[in-house]
């Protein structure tokens, strides 16, 4: 059974500080990460997608991967109200015959 | 693009009954995805579809559970019968091919009574 596995929280952070979640997965053989951004109610939303060791960078959000230690990173900067949301880790195996497998999610708080 | 398509937004239906649960996928994307939303479990892969070919339905939690794509451009999820457990929201996915960035519908919610 293959396993992404993230702190539920809730994680709070003031507004304008760096917010960091966390997320590991158990397949090393997986080759695609994914956060989503889940609003209370409404559909998942892709924020970044990484697929190579390293930081990648889109605006505000950082995605860093380490395949090594199978730990996958979402940094929020300068975190707004409006960030406050449910953030989903996705990963995807490299076999092909698996989907897309989430976490549960680590719910955010931005305190004003 | 209008995104994926999921139709009906809300279901509501007695025990015993069928459900059938619509996506329409991005045009171009070869990849399908079914997923169900609780709050003890979860996003749950149900199952996906390649080029309109189920590839992995190990999440379809029981017979009563059923999907098909009978083209690129359509896939169905029925629940016959349905039960109150069946209750949650279900969401649509699709992706250009299987491991690039996979964009949701705005879901489904299902209650079972």
């Known amino acids: 059974q293959k396993e992404v596995e993230q702190n539920s929280g809730p994680l709070s952070v003031p507004e304008g500080a760096i917010a960091s979640l966390n997320c590991t997965y158990s397949?090393?053989?997986?080759?695609?990460f994914f956060w989503y951004r889940q609003y209370s109610g409404k559909s998942p939303e892709l924020i970044m997608s990484?697929?190579?060791?390293g930081d990648k960078e889109d605006g505000r959000f950082t995605a860093q991967l380490n395949k090594a230690s199978q730990y996958v990173s979402l940094l929020i900067r300068d975190s707004q109200p409006s960030d406050s949301a449910t953030y989903l880790c996705?990963?995807?195996?490299?076999?092909?015959?698996?989907?897309?497998?989430f976490g549960k999610g680590t719910h955010l708080i931005i305190q004003p | 693009d209008a995104g994926v398509i999921q139709s009906p937004r809300h279901e509501v239906t007695e025990m015993g009954q069928e459900v059938t649960l619509r996506c329409k996928p991005i045009?171009?994307?070869?990849?399908l995805f079914w997923y169900r939303q609780t709050m003890m479990r979860g996003l749950e892969l149900l199952i996906y579809?390649?080029?309109?070919?189920?590839?992995?339905d190990s999440g379809m939690p029981e017979d009563r559970f059923s999907a098909k794509m009978p083209n690129a451009s359509f896939s169905t999820l029925k629940i016959q019968p349905s039960e109150p457990r069946d209750s949650a929201v279900y969401f649509c996915?699709?992706?250009?091919?299987?491991?690039?960035?996979?964009?949701f519908g705005q879901g489904t919610r299902l209650t079972v009574v």
């Open positions: 579809f390649n080029n309109n070919v189920p590839i992995d």
């Open positions: 990484i697929y190579s060791n």
């Open positions: 397949d090393r053989g997986s080759q695609s």
């Open positions: 996915a699709s992706s250009y091919i299987v491991h690039t960035e996979a964009f």
């Open positions: 996705a990963v995807h195996s490299g076999g092909g015959a698996d989907g897309l497998t």
């Open positions: 045009s171009g994307h070869n990849s």
